[in-house]
């Protein structure tokens, strides 16, 4: 089992509509979460990041924790086309070391 | 500079070469990851250091890899007698502070696209 999980996609969302994106993650040790956007060809920029659970809201982002169930997702309203990219969720586990799923691709149709 | 900078942007190189990459992190951050990604991979842990350390380096695949931060800012990973295996985008990150703090956010550079012939 891979210490953080995302659904893969592609995740297709109209233009206008809420994105909604998974993560999951096994280490309990776990504090802090961090949402990175890639573009195909680009580094990972890193969008949100939460420690507390509950919501965190930044613009059109909404970070939501619940350390109870190791889940971690990201809510995109208003999803543009510039959204279109490939998100990564990243926990560091207990011994610090930042792990990242594989990404679910969103694709953002007009 | 305003962000992580990594040198080259790209190197192809032959089996067998020997390759350095660089990173030059934000001023003031005291940590520096490396990570190594493959196309339609999430970024793989491979080093990180804390000031000139190697606070953890058990994600380097094995000893033909090697890193270094000698004055606690600029990076440079090593990897000797490359392999076809060894292609991948090659990304480092800084952060303020330490893993398990508050405020540990990464910031990544553009990556080194490695390619071995």
């Known amino acids: 089992q891979k210490e953080v999980e995302q659904n893969s996609g592609p995740l297709s969302v109209p233009e206008g509509a809420i994105a909604s994106l998974n993560c999951t993650y096994s280490?309990?040790?776990?504090?802090?979460f961090f949402w990175y956007r890639q573009y195909s060809g680009k580094s990972p920029e890193l969008i949100m990041f939460?420690?507390?659970?509950g919501d965190k809201e930044d613009g059109r982002f909404t970070a939501q924790l619940n350390k109870a169930s190791q889940y971690v997702s990201l809510l995109i309203r208003d999803s543009q086309p510039s959204d279109s990219a490939t998100y990564l969720c990243s926990a560091p586990d207990s011994w610090g070391k930042f792990q990242f799923g594989a990404g679910t691709q969103v694709v953002v149709t007009p | 500079g305003a962000g992580v900078s990594q040198t080259p942007s790209n190197k192809v190189t032959e089996k067998g070469k020997y390759v350095e990459l660089r990173c030059d992190p934000i001023?003031?951050?005291?940590?520096l990851y490396w990570y190594r990604q493959s196309l339609g991979q999430g970024p793989e842990f491979l080093i990180y250091f804390q000031g000139t350390g190697a606070a953890d380096d058990s994600g380097l695949p094995n000893d033909r890899f090697f890193a270094v931060r000698p004055e606690g800012s600029v990076s440079t990973l090593k990897i000797q007698r490359t392999e076809r295996g060894d292609s991948a985008v090659y990304l480092c990150?800084?952060?303020?502070?330490?893993?398990?703090?508050?405020?540990?956010?990464?910031?990544f550079g553009p990556g080194t696209r490695l390619t071995v012939l």
């Open positions: 280490d309990r040790g776990s504090q802090s």
């Open positions: 990150a800084s952060s303020r502070y330490a893993p398990g703090q508050e405020s540990n956010e990464q910031f």
């Open positions: 939460i420690y507390s659970n």
């Open positions: 001023s003031g951050h005291t940590a």
